[in-house]
């Protein structure tokens, strides 16, 4: 029966996985430099927070663009969606732009991680690949709020602590244009059709 019951338990966790389709649930190595969109999804992948610039509010700065850190999580290590989400509170600064203007731009860069510092690259340098997104944040619910959750507290067990009278809320970054800097020759651009039809890994036949 316990067989029977673990063999039940797989499957349903299965399905409820499948339903988030997640374009890509494993792990690999940075792509070639020449597949844009696959990069840009290994980056969005591989770190756990973001810079992301909104229209400025607040005086004495109003209309200027500001810049702040905010954990991300596009789903739990090695099962991408590609989507970056946050776990916001509008007692933020920085939501409190987003209030009156959604329009913001979400900056990530493997200098956030080991991999350039191993290589020898010097965060600024395009070999260090990093990609800023544009678009807006909108709050997410129902179902896409269960994965947001799944894909930030399985990264950041921090939040689940987090002070419940903040009003805490799930959201996305949805992707209007994506800027890629991999190599050498200047920023690529990739359309939001190209970026979420990629994997961000070499997938396996």
């Known amino acids: 029966m316990n067989a029977v019951l673990r063999s039940t338990c797989a499957l349903l966790l299965g399905l409820l996985w499948a339903s988030f389709s997640p374009s890509s649930c494993s792990r690999g190595r940075i792509p070639p430099h020449d597949q844009v969109a696959r990069v840009a999804r290994f980056v969005a992948h591989q770190v756990d927070w973001a810079s992301m610039a909104t229209i400025s509010t607040r ?49 990530m860069s493997l200098a956030q991680t080991e991999y350039c510092r191993q ?30 959750k799944k894909a930030l507290f399985s990264r950041h067990p921090e939040m689940i602590d987090w002070p419940s009278d903040h009003n805490w809320f ?36």
């Open 119 to 148: 290589q020898g690259f010097d965060p600024q340098s395009p070999l260090c690949a990093h990609i800023i997104l544009s678009g807006s944040v909108l709050e997410v619910n129902g179902t896409e709020a269960e994965f947001a």
């Open 59 to 107: 005086k004495p700065v109003v209309g200027q663009p500001f810049s702040n850190a905010f954990s991300v999580s596009d789903g739990p290590h090695g099962c991408s969606s590609g989507v970056p989400y946050m776990y916001l509170t509008r007692m933020e600064i920085s939501v409190q732009d987003l209030e009156v203007n959604p329009v913001a731009s979400l900056s």
């Open 170 to 205: 799930f959201a996305k970054f949805n992707i209007t244009q994506v800027w890629v800097l991999d190599y050498f020759g200047g920023v690529k651009t990739v359309s939001p059709e190209e970026y979420f039809q990629a994997s961000p890994n070499r997938k396996h036949h």
